[in-house]
């Protein structure tokens, strides 16, 4: 299947570069069992520019963007509603944690990122394994 790339602010490119090397480490820790295709052979990237915006974790594939909500996202709860509308209206689809989901509860949070890519998959013809 072709990657569905939704256009970006060029300008974003860089800072998403810094962004993916000073990540927090729940970051790091979703990262390690995202990357190299290790969901159902799905491709997920890191620190993700769409639109005007940039987005932790995305499959152009599935158009799924993984987001996780720590310290940065305290009272910002409005903005993160908004840009999460934009990015929905343009076909991007949402999984959202929080910080603590990602260290104390991993496997759960595994468990409801594999659930997603089944439920996305399927209704795109791709159904996993």
């Known amino acids: 299947m072709r990657r569905k790339i939704i256009k970006y602010n060029p300008k974003l ?19 390690k069992v995202l990357k190299g295709k290790q969901m159902y052979g799905y491709d997920f990237h890191r620190q993700v520019p769409i639109d005007e915006f940039i987005v ?25 509603k908004e840009r999460q509308k934009k990015l929905e209206n343009l076909g991007v689809r949402f999984l959202r944690f929080a ?14 990122i594999e659930k997603r890519i089944i439920e996305v998959g399927g209704k795109l013809g791709n159904t996993p394994p």
Do not use: N
């Not at 490119?13 to 990262?31: F, Q």
């Not at 152009?60 to 903005?79: M, R, T």
């Open 99 to 112: 910080d603590e989901e990602i260290y104390y509860f991993l496997e759960h949070s595994i468990k409801a």
């Open 13 to 31: 490119k860089g800072y998403a570069a810094e962004m993916r090397k000073t990540g927090p480490v729940s970051e790091i820790i979703l990262w």
């Open 56 to 80: 932790d974790f995305y499959c152009h594939e599935l158009k799924l963007a993984i987001e996780i909500d720590g310290i940065s996202h305290f009272f910002k709860e409005e903005y993160d």
